[in-house]
Each structure stands twice: as C-alpha cells, then as structure tokens.
C-alpha cells in the first residue's frame, strides 16, 4: 500500500511539473521563413528557418540538416507552424552554437 501511495505521488509530482524541455531551448518563437537548401553533389540538404526573434545563441537563423534522423519531420513541424501561425520552442544541438551562429543545428521543434 505504501509503494502504490509513494508511486500515485510521485506521478502527481511529475504530472503537475509539466513539460520538461532538454536544453537548451528557446522560450516561444514564430516561425518567419523556411528555406530548403539543396545539395549540389546529390546527397541530403539543410533547411534554414528564421525566427521573429534571436533565441538561444544569440541567433535568429538555424538549421535542420536533413542528412539527420528526424530532419525531415522536423522541416514538416517548421512548415507547419509557419503556415499556421503556430507557436515553437527550439532546442538546439547538444554541440552546442554553431560558427558562425546562422548555423546552429535544431535538435527539436516543440509546436505549440
């Protein structure tokens, strides 16, 4: 009983604290402009996309390298909330900021 009682609260607890973000992570941003940017030697391209204002690397341009796991269906999360109006957050690459900064890979887009 005292382990189904521990386990309800700490379910609460986890529950009531919300969303966890991996950082870092942006605060909430729209979404101004996507740019696919095609490879020339054939393989997979980058997609850029500008935000209304900088966020974590004192940038408001990062990329989605679509080479990636996931890059593509972060470009559809980017598209989407360009289209839409919608709200993101974006974590950027545990790498850290990119040099220069215009280049700092998105690790996720969080869509509000």
Same mark, same amino acid.
Do not use: P
């Given at each position: 009983m005292k382990k189904q009682?521990?386990?309800f609260v700490a379910l609460g607890a986890i529950i009531c604290t919300g969303l966890t973000h991996a950082e870092p992570t942006s605060t909430k941003l729209k979404i101004v402009k996507v740019r696919p940017y095609n490879n020339a030697s054939g393989g997979p391209g980058d997609v850029y996309i500008q935000t209304d204002r900088t966020g974590p690397c /004192?940038?408001?341009?990062?990329?989605i390298p679509l080479a990636w796991g996931g890059g593509k269906e972060s470009f559809s999360i980017a598209v989407t909330a360009l289209v839409a109006g919608?709200?993101?957050?974006?974590?950027?690459? /545990?790498a850290g900021c990119g040099t220069p900064a215009w280049a700092t890979n998105v690790q996720s887009i969080y869509l509000w």
């Open positions: 009682i521990g386990s /004192n940038t408001n341009t990062y990329r919608r709200d993101v957050e974006i974590e950027i690459d /545990n």
